[in-house]
């Protein structure tokens, strides 16, 4: 019987789908490289979650044939090493482009109507306070859109579902009815709000900075749910700190948990989350079982539907 190490809630999501066919299941709550080599250095498969994976480990896991990662990205695992040593690596796309995107337009509406602080002058007791902060509707702001994959798409139908004005910046631009596709500098110099929905890679690394902030309007929202590592973080911070734009939501960050004494803490014009952008049972049950059938495929003998390596 093979082993699989999945984390403890996608086999629950997922009515111990891996058991059930015929795998012997190890669970821990986010497998890292410590919990695997506790639990099962023979295993043939990991679910992924969030942690980093080494190049050392393969070493250590002779009978290692898939990483399957629980989401979307898959920055935490060196791809082309892991096919080097003869390992599939599969994600799951789309599976969590419904929540995310609903997050996104939660945060949108957060930023639009002053809610962070409205929150705590509310706390404060500050009512009259919390009245003179005057939002905005959504629905007469024009939002910019970078990176129309699954999210993006998804955004864009939601906010063009509300009449929201939609611009969009895809390296290919390709058709849509939700918005309309301009170039780069235009989006971030004409939008309320930008939604960022960037693959985080080499060319993506700090591709928002200085120079888009300086493009921004002064009370422009930036919204990232993507990967922290697009965004120049510094940058941020002297963007919110000198109000040369109005705020931000952000879930993902350069470096995560977001340390204890990151600027981004005190700032009073910035919504934070831990990226929880996909954190709602219906997408953690449909990126486990995808991820888990991804298992079941390669440990059959079958090609995996959603890799991204080739072995």
Same mark, same amino acid.
């Given at each position: 019987?093979?082993?699989?190490?999945?984390?403890?809630?996608?086999?629950?999501?997922?009515?111990?789908?891996?058991?059930?066919?015929?795998?012997?299941?190890?669970?821990?709550?986010?497998?890292?490289?410590? %919990?695997?080599?506790?639990? &099962?250095?023979?295993?043939?498969?990991?679910?992924?979650?969030?942690?980093?994976?080494?190049?050392?480990?393969?070493?250590?896991?002779? #009978?290692?044939?898939?990483?399957?990662?629980?989401?979307?990205?898959?920055?935490?695992?060196?791809?082309?090493?892991?096919?080097?040593?003869?390992?599939?690596?599969?994600?799951?796309?789309?599976?969590?482009?419904?929540?995310?995107?609903?997050?996104?337009?939660?945060?949108?509406?957060?930023?639009?109507?002053?809610?962070?602080?409205?929150?705590?002058?509310?706390?404060?007791?500050?009512? $009259?306070?919390?009245?003179?902060?005057?939002?905005?509707?959504?629905?007469?702001?024009?939002?910019?859109?970078?990176?129309? $994959?699954?999210?993006?798409?998804?955004?864009?139908?939601?906010?063009?579902?509300? +009449?929201?004005?939609?611009?969009?910046?895809?390296?290919?631009?390709?058709?849509?009815?939700?918005?309309?596709?301009?170039?780069?500098? %235009?989006?971030?110099? #004409?939008?309320?709000?930008?939604?960022?929905?960037?693959?985080?890679?080499? =060319?993506?690394?700090?591709?928002?900075?200085?120079?888009?902030?300086?493009?921004?309007?002064?009370?422009? +929202?930036?919204?990232? !749910?993507?990967?922290?590592?697009?965004?120049? =973080?510094?940058? !941020?911070?002297?963007?919110?700190?000198?109000?040369?734009?109005?705020?931000?939501?952000?879930?993902?960050? /350069?470096? %995560?948990?977001?340390?204890?004494?990151?600027?981004?803490?005190?700032?009073?014009?910035?919504?934070?989350?831990?990226?929880?952008?996909?954190?709602? %049972? /219906? &997408?953690?049950?449909?990126?486990?079982?995808? &991820?888990?059938?991804?298992?079941?495929?390669?440990?059959?003998?079958?090609?995996?539907?959603?890799?991204?390596?080739?072995?």
């Amino acid at each position: 019987m093979q082993k699989v190490i999945v984390p403890t809630v996608a086999d629950e999501l997922t009515d111990h789908y891996l058991a059930k066919h015929g795998y012997e299941v190890l669970t821990c709550p986010n497998p890292g490289p410590d %919990e695997i080599l506790q639990l &099962a250095p023979d295993a043939a498969a990991v679910m992924m979650i969030s942690k980093k994976l080494p190049n050392t480990i393969y070493d250590q896991m002779p #009978k290692l044939k898939i990483l399957a990662r629980r989401g979307v990205g898959y920055d935490n695992i060196d791809v082309n090493y892991a096919a080097d040593r003869g390992v599939w690596v599969t994600n799951t796309p789309g599976a969590n482009a419904h929540s995310v995107a609903e997050m996104a337009l939660m945060d949108m509406l957060l930023l639009a109507r002053n809610f962070p602080q409205v929150d705590r002058k509310t706390r404060a007791n500050d009512w $009259g306070g919390a009245y003179k902060l005057l939002g905005r509707d959504l629905t007469s702001a024009t939002v910019g859109i970078v990176g129309y $994959g699954a999210v993006g798409r998804e955004v864009a139908k939601m906010l063009h579902s509300l +009449g929201v004005s939609v611009l969009i910046y895809n390296r290919t631009p390709r058709e849509s009815t939700d918005g309309t596709f301009v170039d780069w500098d %235009e989006l971030f110099s #004409k939008s309320d709000f930008i939604s960022l929905h960037l693959a985080a890679n080499a =060319e993506t690394r700090h591709v928002v900075g200085a120079h888009e902030f300086a493009l921004m309007q002064p009370t422009a +929202g930036l919204v990232n !749910l993507a990967r922290g590592t697009i965004v120049d =973080e510094q940058a !941020l911070i002297s963007a919110l700190t000198s109000h040369q734009i109005g705020g931000a939501a952000l879930d993902v960050f /350069e470096q %995560e948990p977001l340390p204890a004494d990151s600027p981004l803490l005190k700032l009073p014009n910035v919504v934070l989350t831990p990226h929880v952008g996909a954190n709602t %049972e /219906e &997408a953690n049950r449909q990126m486990a079982l995808i &991820a888990a059938q991804e298992i079941d495929r390669v440990l059959s003998g079958q090609k995996p539907e959603h890799p991204v390596n080739r072995v």
